[in-house]
């Protein structure tokens, strides 16, 4: 097994599903393999690359501009629907023409609701079937990992959940029955994955994956970078929401939660993070209130100098597959306030390295909980101790080892099995994996 793509339908400085992606492909090289994000012309939802003029399928980068990792950006296009979605064009002759030319001995999906995963499953299945009939082609390693949240009614309309329950129920059979590898966050998404037909023997846990690079920056990083530069409170507590300023993030709740404590001259509230369809009003709201302030998006430097400057993150999010700008935090050694939805309430562990309330919507909940971090220290450093050690099971270079020696172990069934029908071939006989 040398050659590995990951596919994504878009690239992204701060998403966690689209970092994940890049993350994997980085590692896969630092581990010696020759490895490509297989991604859109879009990054962080602008198109950066125009195939059109170049009159090609896709691009081939040593070092994509955007990501710094190899890619292959391909022919694609934006949907409206389902929404924040990317297709790729003529996909399975793109895998095709990348097998010919960079040859595939393994592929990584990542998401739902979008093309790639499906197109790989019949591309995969399609050489299967080929290779049965005689055809001379190797089949490679296909691991998918959905990132999967339910469809819940808190979080999506009766439109947009019916639309996902068609996908999970159309094309998660045609996945699963292709791939080798079921990649999982938590053991929440274990059981519904299960519930939704996965085989038990191709589920692998995969927790998304703290950066190794990040943390070291983590542990080097000062808090005066941000707090200079942004002209943030030295003598007060700060209480941090970072990540994209979005509805399905909620920030606009942590506002709330600041209003509310505007009394108290121990604390002040951060949002930090990339505009999204919240960001108006939040901006609006927060510009009332003398206890908050918005930042923006940050440079990587500037988020770790973030965590390190903050005594608490919160995160009231109506959904999260797991959280990874959580485990950020949590390394930082940061208590964290959460909703607990889904995966949330595995990473984060209720009153050990963190507090949960009462869902996205539960303002009071929050505030006490963090009045009660603010005012026991005994608490807050045990959390913080908690948290700190939680986290350092989630770095990204023990995480991709273990993957690793998976697909390898597929790998040399694979040879063996190729070998066997090699053998049954000169045989007369039929034979097919």
Known sequence: MRNIIVVMYQTSNSKGQE???????????????????????????????????????????NRDPKVGVPSVRVRSIRVLWPPRRVMFVDFIEILNELDRELGIDAVVTHSTLWNGPEDVAKWITWRRTYRLLGGDVDVPIYAHMSHYQPPDPIRY???????????????????????????????????????????????????????????????????????????????????????????????????????KLVGRDDVFFVIAGRSGDQYREVVELARKLPN??????????????????????????????????????MYGGVPVITSGVYGQKWVVRDSVDGLHVKGPDDIDGAV??????????????????NARERAKRFLMSAL??????????FKGEVQAIKLEGLHQKASGRSYYR
């Open 19 to 61: 970092l994940v992606a890049q993350r994997m492909v980085k590692w896969f090289t630092r581990f010696g393999y020759r490895s490509w994000l297989v991604t859109s012309v879009f990054h962080d939802d602008e198109p950066i690359v125009d195939l059109n003029h170049c009159n090609c399928n896709y691009v081939v980068f």
């Open 157 to 259: 309309n009766s439109y947009e959940r019916s639309y996902r329950l068609a996908w999970n129920s159309l094309i998660f059979p045609i996945i699963f029955q292709s791939c080798d590898l079921i990649l999982c966050l938590t053991p929440l998404e274990v059981r519904d994955m299960l519930t939704l037909g996965a085989p038990p023997d191709k589920i692998h846990v995969f927790p998304y994956g703290l950066d190794d690079d990040e943390a070291k920056l983590i542990d080097e990083a000062k808090p005066d970078l941000v707090l200079e530069k942004y002209r943030l409170p030295r003598d007060k507590k700060i209480v941090t929401y970072l990540g994209t300023i979005e509805f399905r993030k909620n920030p606009l709740a942590v506002v709330r939660v600041a209003a």
């Open 292 to 329: 908050i302030k918005v930042l923006g998006e940050l440079s990587v430097e500037e988020k770790a100098s973030l965590i390190k400057a903050s005594y608490i993150n919160i995160t009231l999010s109506r959904m999260e597959a797991l959280g990874l700008t959580q485990l950020e935090f």
């Open 368 to 385: 006490e909980a963090v009045k009660r971090l603010l005012d026991d220290e005994s608490l807050y450093a045990f959390m913080s101790r």
């Open 400 to 409: 991709m080892s273990r993957l690793i020696n998976r697909l390898r172990k």
